[in-house]
């Protein structure tokens, strides 16, 4: 740590782009002392430090770690920000480092109005203008010796955008800037942090230039039925030690090439096993349980050792690395692990609560532009089960300037859904100080939930949008960091199947005491990574690790709930059965013959149905349907009685892995079935859909995974049975059942009817004996 | 099943249509539930169910009003720190929930009103002695002429029956008051009174002084009497012949009763009906009262004294130390009073007396006044919820009865509750479009059904609110004047023998009229509004509705306070009634075609019209009902006549000279009770929901109208006025 150097200026940014020309001129339109650009070069001199640091040039004893958790990163709209943390190894944290982006951005963002900023555990690593409109622009900022330590760090990138020419609210749709994942990373100076040493030191797995972050596992004698629970256990101690957005698998028995980003190897077999694959085993790996990190001399490349003398020594490393990341079942986690791409963590709602906006990171804002946004993030457990009746509720504290004209509003997104639209309706401008705002729970789900505040202000000066002068505009709007949500007791009950259960929360395998059956067709390497992978996100989901048992046939599961892993033509009968599943066509899936046929027909009635929809009392029909539909989300089906027949699921040819859910044969518990066509597919299938984006959107009781469009299709839940998670009250089952009334319209006016009916009648006998009577 | 075995059950389902009401389903089950709920008491309705159904269906618009109460308690109150909304929209929800008790109160009492009693009979011989109490403050002679004949003529035993008129008017304090002319009209009074008593065969009493009013006036003449029951006829209510014989009998089978109660019919129109000319086609306000809400109280034991056309038990007086007089309202407290020592009262649904009412809009308040400041003093003095002695039921109708009377609040919250958000743009009932629709429609549209269901025969839709609405104005102040001084308000006899020689405006008609005008500003702005605030134009739209309700029931209120001229000074009952007429000796066969308290319309056979001059003296001589058979001669002078062939229709004033001519006066007028019946039920048809609400639509637009017209013409009259000052 460096102390005595105070710099001032820490930002030190190289842009190439700052030679380019403006993609407009608007030098008429702007005052004349204003500069073009910003040209940080200058800045960088100023502060004496170099301003250009060539990037392709790889030097021998550097290391670079990519930071961005995500495919792609677009900050988009007027004001945006991301944040989330990485893991730094104490080597890392002493080594003096440089962030290292490039960003391309809208060519209508105006960059005198707009930044880019980058801060770094809450200081300001680096800014600048936002000007990259017609090439990437690189930008590199020192970081302040000492900003970094050990452990987890802060990243957050924001943008303030600015519209060149328009002051619409559409426009502002127009800007965006995107900051592509292989070209940020940070780069130690040091070669010796890319080292990893103690089992913390998994945490900073890291990420690859995809997001994406892998682990190794190189077991001889892979394909021993016998050792596959232990590797499935080691795998979940991993996955919970790594917390990564995107976390794979690969089992193999041989070597893989090391040091690539984003990944971590790790040898598992005993000390004899391990011995020929590696330089020097580790001391006492051939008296007693060992795992630690050895580095591989050729490649400088640390590399896990789990072993022992034989494989129950074996068996208790990997305990060793995963017990540690136990915790009881039956204790709520007050936060869900998003920290390494979400920050701050979610907290974990499982009856009313207050949330402040300052714990949920949304922090008092002043705003000058005409689109606000705001985000946090909120989890509900899995068995929640209010997304039919229930309401949360926000108290806003919000200010706005008689500058807002009315018909300005805020709206609240859950999950990318409209949830609430507040007018700000005051011509004088208004202080809301906990302002109610019902926000249906309708899209809620398991797990994290997203939600977002999203201010439209129409203004005055807006419709006149004089050139030059908006970023001097005073702020019109304010958001407070005393704002509120509130979550009300909601309805707790597991339902079956649920395929957003196990997105959510891993349920309902988390809360097994007992070992979970799992049953794999085959031991090979794809069909073992891919269980892995899946249960490895299964243990993140859930937040703790899950003790499994190897099966190798359905009946052994019994009443306990049970995982399936395999390609389709192996399976049993049986476990397609459960789930739901066209068995006729386990063989046939994958074939691709028959891929037409299908949609022909469709396509065909389709074409029947618009061209028999002239008649004018059925288009009144469909259009007052469709306005009820609109107005208050009726449809016909939610007027039924008697539940949908529950089709056999066929997989589509377009889709490559089949997650499905039902219960067991005695309906007693529930098996949960992963597939493919083939074990490769499987494999390659199972790592698309553990990126956190995806696996959020598993829902229903069949998600299927379309590579093609890169898509989760969910089949809905048709009839699901109930499952009790929580003991036995009666405020709880009027809450359940309010929310089974609210999406069963029809029983609750029957029951209510027959209830009016009987009390009509007891009245009347009452009636009768009581008072006069003639 | 036993009396308890029944309540647990109902109990029991209660708890269970609680239970689901208050599950917090979604609104797209509001709303499907709704519509489905509406549509089985709309056909419930239309196939006219009763008996059972009559009570499924108001457990189905329960049902629907707790829906409306459970949302409205649980999302709609603005939010506690924004006060400037927090406050009116918190008085609303009050005055709403005031609306749902009463609601609550009034299913209760009506849920199973009495059928029709069985005539009782009282065994021969057994006749009770029974005194006939008259009270009298300031009615003239001809009007107390009639209804002392009237009650004189009674079939009853002679011997059993004292007439007494128990006179206010002349009493010793008025004879020796300090004013001249007061003193000198009470000498005068006291005489003239004197000698028509002596004429028709009744007692004649005054006291010394007029203290505790009517109660006190009635408490003189249980001291001066000693019969066992006790009759009570206003001065300008008429008893039927046979009012005795219908109410006496009930005494003989209950040693505990206290107290039979019949309706009171009315012979003329009250301000509203006249002005709205509703009085031959819709069923009177006070018919609800008789016809169902005391025969729903009667169910509870709860029938309370209406003040007149009563029959009273002396014991159970003197129990009580006689007539209560603490409220303005006597009857009420006194039948309180007894209730609460175990007596029990009757109702007998079948007009036995005939009676006049105020005339004018401005008495018409001034009744109103005294009857809802009399029940909000027994409300603040004997608190009929925690009285002792009285039954669950019985407090319940009490509450009923006197909280009624509170109505001014809550109408005039609804009355200016949609113009704070119109003109100062205050939400205070939070609510999207779609929640409205499902929750306030359905309330109102089952709140409209309900009351149809219960009053539908006694009740048009919307009438209820019109009568409330043109009360509330004058009512108000009355109500909370005294809630903030209750011993202040006494007595004021309300006079009922006014009539309007010419159309003018009422006196106390303005404020109606500022009412309009404010209202139709708020319309106005409401208009404005939409056009230039599109963003919000659904609120503004439903809250100009209801805005532009209240100004249908203003505009219709106009017409009320603008009152029609009449030409005849009193109602004509129809009649028809053999008879012979007589002029210059020669007697003609004829039928009396209807009477009033003045003269009576005859058709006369084979009369030669042309030697009847208008003030021709004659004669009707017909058989009272009350005589031997003998038939009796009436004098007339003839006003005006009409030929149609052989027969002539003569219209001819009475000359009463002696007592006996009042007595046939009454005969003709009031012998007949029947009469009343047919009248009323001639009157009793439900026109519907959909074709009630039409016709008060298309009624409101006239009377707005009209009421204009009125107010423009006495705009003129006073500047004329002024100009020829």
């Not at chain 1, 900073?204 to 629970?229: I, Y």
Request: proline share 6%; net charge neutral; with cysteine.
């Amino acid at each position: 740590m460096i102390r005595g150097i105070l710099l001032a200026a820490l930002l030190t940014v190289t842009t190439q782009a700052a030679a380019q020309p403006a993609p407009f001129d608007m030098s008429g339109e702007r005052p004349a002392d204003v500069p073009l650009r910003q040209r940080p070069a200058e800045a960088g001199g100023k502060s004496g430090l170099p301003a250009e640091r060539p990037i392709a040039a790889k030097l021998p004893d550097d290391f670079k770690r990519f930071i961005i958790p995500f495919s792609a990163l677009s900050l988009t709209g007027e004001v945006d920000e991301r944040t989330w943390s990485v893991y730094l190894t104490p080597a890392q944290a002493q080594s003096s480092a440089t962030l290292n982006f490039s960003y391309q951005n809208a060519i209508v963002v105006a960059p005198e109005a707009s930044t880019l900023s980058v801060f770094v555990n809450g200081e300001l690593a680096g800014e600048g203008p936002v000007g990259a409109a017609e090439t990437a622009a690189q930008l590199s900022y020192d970081l302040k010796p000492g900003l970094l330590h050990a452990g987890t760090n802060d990243i957050r990138f924001r943008v303030r955008q600015r519209h060149r020419t328009d002051c619409t609210v559409e426009s502002t749709y127009e800007l965006w800037t995107e900051i592509a994942p292989d070209t940020a990373f940070i780069r130690f100076s040091s070669g010796e942090s890319a080292s990893l040493s103690s089992l913390d030191d998994v945490r900073a797995v890291g990420l690859d230039e995809r997001g994406r972050t892998q682990f190794n596992l190189v077991v001889p004698g892979l394909q021993q039925p016998s050792r596959t629970a232990a590797l499935m256990r080691l795998a979940q101690g991993l996955a919970l030690r790594g917390q990564m957005p995107a976390q794979q698998f690969a089992l193999s028995e041989t070597m893989p090439e090391l040091g690539k980003p984003g990944q971590i190897t790790a040898l598992v077999g005993t000390a004899e096993e391990v011995a020929p694959l590696i330089e020097r085993l580790p001391d006492g790996a051939s008296s007693g349980p060992v795992a630690m990190f050895v580095r591989d001399s050729k490649t400088k490349a640390s590399v896990l050792v789990i072993s022992g003398p034989d494989w129950s020594a074996v068996q208790e490393a990997i305990e060793g690395v995963t017990q540690p990341m136990d915790r009881p079942s039956n204790v709520p986690r007050d936060v869900i692990g998003t920290g390494r791409w979400l920050l701050p963590e979610t907290p974990l709602v499982v009856s009313n609560a207050r949330l402040r906006f300052s714990e949920l990171g949304v922090e008092t804002s002043e705003f000058t532009g005409r689109r606000f946004r705001a985000r946090f993030s909120v989890a509900v457990p899995s068995d929640f089960y209010a997304d039919a009746y229930g309401d949360a509720t926000l108290l806003l504290d919000a200010a706005y300037t008689e500058a807002v004209l009315p018909g300005s509003h805020i709206d609240i997104y859950v999950n990318g859904n409209i949830a609430s639209t507040i007018p700000l309706n005051s011509v004088t401008g208004d202080i809301l100080r906990h302002l109610p705002i019902n926000v249906t729970m309708r899209h809620f789900k398991p797990g994290p939930n997203l939600i977002e505040i999203e201010a439209v202000l129409l203004a005055e000066p807006d419709k006149a949008c004089a050139p030059g002068t908006p970023a001097a505009s005073d702020p019109r709007f304010a958001l407070f960091d005393t704002s509120e949500l509130r979550m009300p007791d909601f309805a707790r009950i597991g339902r079956r199947p649920n395929l957003a259960a196990i997105s959510g929360a891993g349920a309902p395998y988390r809360n097994d005491a007992a070992a979970v059956p799992l049953f794999l067709d085959r031991a090979d390497e794809d069909t073992l990574s891919a269980a892995a992978t899946f249960l490895g996100r299964l243990a993140v989901a859930g937040g703790r690790p899950i003790l499994v048992e190897m099966i190798t046939s359905p009946l052994a599961a019994g009443s306990r709930n049970a995982l399936f892993v395999g390609a389709m033509p192996q399976l049993p009968k049986t476990v397609l059965t459960q789930v739901g599943i066209d068995s006729t066509r386990q063989m046939s899936w994958g074939n691709a013959t028959d891929t037409g046929q299908r949609d022909e027909t469709q396509r065909a009635i389709d074409e029947w149905r618009t061209r028999l929809s002239g008649g004018a009392w059925r288009n009144q029909l469909t259009g007052f349907q469709t306005w009820v539909k609109q107005e208050f989300d009726i449809s016909l089906s939610s007027l039924r009685i008697m539940p949908e027949a529950q089709a056999e699921f066929a997989p589509p040819e377009s889709a490559s892995l089949v997650l499905a859910q039902g219960a067991n044969p005695t309906d007693d518990a529930t098996w949960t079935l992963l597939t493919a066509p083939t074990a490769k597919r499987l494999r390659e299938g199972t790592s698309a859909i553990v990126d956190v984006t995806r696996w959020q959107q598993l829902a229903g009781r069949v998600s299927v995974y379309e590579p093609a469009t890169d898509n989760i299709d969910v089949t809905p839940v048709a009839g699901f049975d109930f499952v009790q998670t929580q003991p036995p009250s009666l405020t709880n089952y009027r809450l359940i059942l309010a929310n089974w009334l609210s999406s069963n319209i029809m029983f609750y006016a029957l029951l209510l009817i027959v209830l009016s009916v009987l009390l009509g009648l007891v009245t009347s006998s009452m009636l009768t004996r009581l008072g006069r009577r003639q | 099943m036993s009396k308890v075995g029944s309540v647990a059950a109902w109990a029991f389902f209660s708890l269970c249509v609680i239970a689901v009401i208050t599950l917090p389903v979604n609104l797209q089950t509001q709303l499907i539930v709704s519509v489905l709920i509406v549509t089985f008491m709309a056909v419930l309705k239309l196939v006219n169910a009763g008996g059972r159904w009559r009570l499924i269906a108001l457990a189905f618009g329960t049902a629907v009003v707790l829906r409306y109460v459970y949302w409205r308690t649980t999302s709609t109150l603005p939010p506690l720190n924004q006060l400037e909304n927090f406050i009116p929209g918190f008085l609303l929800y009050l005055a709403e929930m005031y609306s749902v008790m009463m609601l609550s109160l009034s299913l209760f009492v009506v849920a199973m009103p009495l059928p029709p009693r069985k005539a009782s009979s009282i065994s021969p011989g057994k006749f009770p002695k029974v005194d006939v109490f008259v009270p009298s403050y300031n009615e003239d002679a001809g009007l107390l002429a009639n209804t002392l004949a009237a009650a004189k003529a009674m079939d009853y035993p002679a011997d059993k029956l004292t007439v007494w008129l128990l006179d206010d008017g002349g009493t010793q304090q008025k004879r020796m008051s300090a004013n001249l002319i007061e003193a000198q009209r009470a000498s005068a009074r006291h005489v003239e009174l004197q000698a028509l008593c002596d004429d028709l065969g009744v007692r004649y009493l005054t006291r010394e002084r007029n203290e505790h009013a009517k109660a006190g006036n009635l408490n003189n003449g249980m001291l001066h009497s000693d019969g066992e029951l006790i009759a009570v006829f206003d001065a300008d209510h008429a008893p039927a012949r046979d009012f005795l014989l219908e109410t006496v009998g009930y005494f003989e089978q209950d040693p505990k009763l206290f107290l039979v109660q019949t309706p009171h019919f009315f012979l003329n129109p009250d301000p509203l009906e006249r002005n709205l000319r509703t009085f031959e086609k819709m069923p009177s306000e006070n018919e609800m009262f008789y016809g169902i809400i005391q025969r729903g109280l009667d169910k509870w034991n709860a029938a309370f004294f209406c003040g007149s056309a009563a029959v009273l038990r002396r014991k159970a007086l003197e129990d009580a130390d006689g007539f209560s007089g603490m409220s303005i309202t006597e009857d009420c407290e006194t039948a309180l009073a007894l209730h609460g020592r175990g007596w029990n009262s009757i109702y007998v649904d079948r007009p036995l007396i005939a009676g006049l009412q105020p005339a004018t809009f401005a008495s018409f308040i001034g009744q109103r006044s005294r009857w809802a400041q009399g029940m909000m003093q027994i409300l603040l003095f004997r608190f009929p919820l925690f009285k002792g002695g009285l039954s669950i039921p019985q407090r319940l109708c009490y509450m009923s009865s006197t909280l009624f009377w509170l109505f001014p609040i809550p109408r005039t919250i609804f009355l200016f509750a949609p113009l704070f958000y119109l003109f100062f743009d205050l939400e205070i009932f939070t609510a999207s479009g779609g929640e409205f629709l499902a929750y306030t429609l359905a309330y109102m549209l089952v709140n409209l059904m309900m009351q149809n269901y219960l009053y539908g025969s006694f009740r048009w839709p919307w009438i209820s609110e019109l009568y409330e609405f043109a009360q509330t104005v004058h009512l108000l102040p009355a109500v909370i004047s005294v809630l903030l001084r209750p011993s202040r308000p006494t007595f004021k006899v309300t006079a009922k023998d006014e009539s309007i020689q010419e159309s003018r405006l009422s006196e106390i008609g303005r404020p109606f009229f500022v009412i309009f005008a404010v209202l139709f500003v708020a319309l106005l702005i409401t208009v404005y509004r939409v056009y230039t605030e599109p963003y919000k134009a659904d609120v503004t739209l439903v809250v100009g509705g209801w805005n532009l309700l209240n100004l249908i029931m203003a505009g219709c209120l106009l017409g009320v306070v603008s009152e029609r001229g009449e030409r005849a000074a009193s109602r004509r009952v129809k009649v028809s009634r053999r008879c012979e007429f007589g002029v210059a000796e020669q007697w003609y066969p004829a039928t009396i075609e209807d009477v009033s308290a003045h003269g009576a319309r005859v058709q006369v056979y084979g009369i030669d019209p042309t030697a009847l001059p208008t003030d021709t003296e004659g004669a009707i001589r017909f058989e009272p009902y009350s005589g031997s058979g003998i038939p009796e001669t009436l004098p007339v002078s003839i006003r005006n006549k009409e030929v149609a062939g052989d027969i002539t229709v003569i219209g001819c004033r009475y000359l009463p000279q002696v007592a006996r001519h009042h007595s046939l006066v009454a005969d003709l007028i009031f012998a007949n009770s029947r009469q009343w019946s047919e009248f009323q039920s001639a009157r009793r048809g439900n026109p519907g929901l959909l074709r009630g609400t039409l016709w008060f639509l298309w009624l409101a637009l006239y009377q707005t109208s009209r009421g204009l017209i009125y107010f423009l013409r006495s705009l003129r009259t006073s500047e004329a006025q002024k100009e020829g000052t």
